[in-house]
């Protein structure tokens, strides 16, 4: 399948917004929250069960991202982006019978195994072509595009917290709302397919560079370099650090005030779902934006360092302010979605544009792995404190003290990322022929 060329004229402002649909849709995943509690009522399920649908999405982004990467390469955008839809939504589908039913393992299949491939394959789907289309601007394109991921829960946790309240809490209206979910982003998904194109020359900008200026290392070289397994742990660290508590924001932030004057209700803890949703979609363009001017290792100083004070002050602060709780959280998801949006061009960086969507795909395993690990880190300490007889934020302070040394770990690990040896280097990407042919093809049609 080859992938559309844009037509002569054609705007790369069109792009990004093709790229929105998909992420704002797939970025839902950042409001599972909202499920948890009901999900638990009515099927009796632990904190650490009902995280379960979550973490497997997950792990399926990042396998699906890993091993379909070079598919996306070589199919592009539009194929990736329908193979995205008919996955997500279907996910959702199939969750909805298991809610239906009262089957939990169909809930984990559907929205874990079948819509965490969606996750993957959408979440790489336009970040080579948004490279390709702003060699000029690379922080900032994907950064735009990945804004749409981290700001998803933002429609997501408000609409499933109303539908929620209107259906009821049972598994039943669970159910029906998981069905209202999988059709509508079905919809909203198919403006970004037909939308998205590539482009039809190596330079799509006027006074821009090309797209495959400077050193180009392909993705099976990229996985042998220190720096791809450096910034494999930099991402890593970073993402399990947040992810945790934002897999938990709603219940975790009731618990942690449970024992104060200030208690949260179940609709102000959406509200919270929703500003951390905020932060995360900010972060991705604010931040990777500022990293085409300071530089991608300076901005991991920051989000990795200052990400760390923040914890650091949430443990030390406890319950006795809400507001200064509220705000450490809301920088620390501000740097856990300016960290992702930054990678693609951090790599792009460090490996040139051929490939980079292989290999931006092959570094999501990093978040398949934090998918595990922050959630279980934070759920199963919980679970065991509160079983212990503990509460408020005693409930936490050790995972956070966790996320600390982790954070601590990535920084180090960016520290040590250094150019690429000359050696990994591919003299003639086969990218610029194929671009080229495919522009002649348009041409001559």
Not at 76 to 95: D, H
Not at 141 to 156: E, P, R, S, V, Y
Not at 177 to 206: C, D, I
Not at 356 to 375: D, E, N, Q, Y
Request: proline share 6%.
């Amino acid at each position: 399948m080859s992938p559309p060329v844009a037509p002569a004229g054609w705007s790369r402002w069109l792009v990004p917004p093709a790229a929105l649909s998909v992420h704002l849709s797939i970025g839902q995943a950042y409001a599972w929250s909202v499920f948890k509690p009901p999900l638990e009522s009515a099927l009796g399920l632990s904190g650490t069960q009902s995280a379960l649908p979550f973490q497997l999405a997950i792990v399926m982004l990042g396998l699906s991202a890993a091993f379909g990467g070079t598919l996306v390469e070589r199919n592009g955008p539009r194929w990736a982006m329908t193979v995205a839809l008919v996955c997500f939504s279907s996910g959702f589908l199939i969750s909805a019978l298991g809610a239906a039913t009262e089957q939990y393992w169909l809930i984990v299949l559907g929205y874990g195994f079948v819509g965490g491939i969606g996750l993957g394959i959408g979440y790489i789907s336009p970040v080579s072509t948004l490279i390709k289309w702003f060699p000029d601007r690379p922080g900032m394109a994907t950064g735009i595009a990945i804004m749409g991921f981290g700001g998803g829960a933002l429609i997501a946790s408000p609409w499933s917290a109303q539908m929620l309240e209107s259906f009821g809490s049972d598994s039943s209206g669970i159910a029906l709302a998981f069905l209202v979910h999988g059709l509508s982003y079905a919809v909203f998904m198919t403006l970004g397919v037909l939308l998205v194109r590539v482009p039809r020359t190596e330079k799509p900008v006027e006074g821009a560079p090309s797209v495959l200026s400077g050193p180009q290392v392909s993705a099976r070289s990229a996985v042998r370099t220190p720096q791809f397994w450096c910034l494999w742990v930099v991402l890593c660290m970073n993402v399990t650090a947040g992810i945790g508590i934002l897999e938990k924001a709603a219940p975790m932030i009731t618990d942690f005030f449970a024992d104060s004057s200030t208690t949260v209700s179940a609709t102000a803890a959406a509200g919270f779902v929703a500003l951390l949703s905020a932060a995360n979609m900010a972060g991705r363009i604010g931040w990777s934006s500022t990293s085409d001017l300071i530089g991608r290792k300076n901005i991991y100083r920051v989000y990795l360092g200052t990400g760390a004070l923040m914890y650091l002050v949430i443990a030390l602060a406890g319950d006795s302010s809400k507001p200064l709780f509220i705000l450490c959280a809301l920088v620390i998801l501000s740097f856990y979605g300016g960290g992702f949006a930054t990678i693609p061009a951090y790599l792009k960086d460090l490996f040139g544009t051929y490939q980079v969507g292989a290999i931006h795909g092959r570094l999501l395993t990093a978040w398949s792995t934090a998918g595990v690990l922050g959630p279980l880190i934070v759920n199963w300490i919980a679970d065991r404190q509160e079983e212990a007889g503990k509460s408020g934020p005693a409930l936490y302070t050790l995972s956070l003290f966790i996320m600390i040394g982790l954070l601590v770990i990535g920084f180090v690990a960016n520290e040590l990322v250094r150019p690429v040896d000359p050696r990994h280097h591919i003299p003639a990407p086969k990218e610029a022929t194929d671009v080229a042919t495919a522009g002649q093809q348009s041409e001559s049609a």
